[in-house]
């Protein structure tokens, strides 16, 4: 069964510091994508990055950039000199290609809360 | 184009009164999933369609959640009755049919708060 793991459940840093989001999975599929949404107070989903498993070059979008090593099954995420609207709940998820209808599975969320 | 539309936004009642939530995908999309976000945790999937027909309803609560996609495009959720428990914040989502290298999109929510 998939599982994804985000152990740190709130972090709180002060404006221009860097962030680092960790996000263990667990699968049996040998194919597999991962993501990461933000959820700002508003609520909604909102979609930053989508990895499959043979990708492991790792990026960087403008303040944002990505570790994805499946040596230790982990896509951690980095936000750069952050800034108060990257105040949000952060989940990573994993979707299995075998599962059924490959459904997402998510983490229990890193609630980041960036300070002026 | 448009994104996934939910209704309401909003919505309270008391226990053991039923609710439904509308879900109305992005056209086109073949698949679409209803998740359950309690406050603090993350979404948690309760049930998928594929068109008309379910995929997986393995984690809905059956002897009071029920969900339905008539003419696989919109799709309503009921609970009835509703416990405390229920409270939470209700995802639909769609995506394109075929493979998994295609984005989900999620809908705005529905919180429902039962008292």
């Known amino acids: 069964a998939q599982k994804v793991t985000q152990a740190q459940t709130e972090i709180s840093v002060v404006e221009k510091e860097d962030v680092t989001l960790d996000c263990v999975y667990e699968?049996?599929?040998?194919?597999?994508?991962l993501f990461w949404y933000k959820q700002p107070p508003s609520g909604e989903l909102v979609f930053l990055i989508r990895?499959?498993?043979?990708?492991?070059q790792n990026e960087i979008s403008g303040r944002y950039s990505w570790n994805f090593q499946k040596s230790t099954s982990s896509f951690n995420f980095t936000i750069t000199a952050s800034q108060v609207v990257d105040s949000a709940v952060y989940f990573c998820?994993?979707?299995?290609?075998?599962?059924?209808?490959?459904?997402?599975?998510f983490g229990g969320g890193t609630r980041v809360l960036v300070k002026p | 184009e448009a994104g996934v539309a939910q209704s309401p936004r909003y919505k309270i009642i008391e226990k053991r009164q039923s609710v439904a939530f509308w879900c109305n995908p992005i056209?086109?999309?073949?698949?679409l999933y209803w998740y359950q976000q309690i406050l603090g945790q993350g979404p948690k999937l309760l049930i998928q369609?594929?068109?008309?027909?379910?995929?997986?309803d393995s984690q809905l609560p059956k002897d009071r959640f029920s969900a339905e996609r008539l003419k696989g495009v919109d799709s309503t959720l009921k609970i009835q009755p509703a416990k405390l428990e229920d409270s939470a914040v209700y995802l639909c989502a769609s995506r394109p049919s075929g493979g998994y290298d295609y984005g989900y999109t999620f809908g705005s929510g529905t919180r429902l708060t039962v008292v």
């Open positions: 699968t049996r599929d040998t194919t597999y994508y």
């Open positions: 998820a994993l979707s299995e290609a075998r599962a059924a209808g490959n459904k997402l599975t």
């Open positions: 056209s086109g999309h073949a698949t």
């Open positions: 990895r499959n498993s043979f990708d492991e």
């Open positions: 369609f594929q068109n008309n027909g379910v995929v997986d």
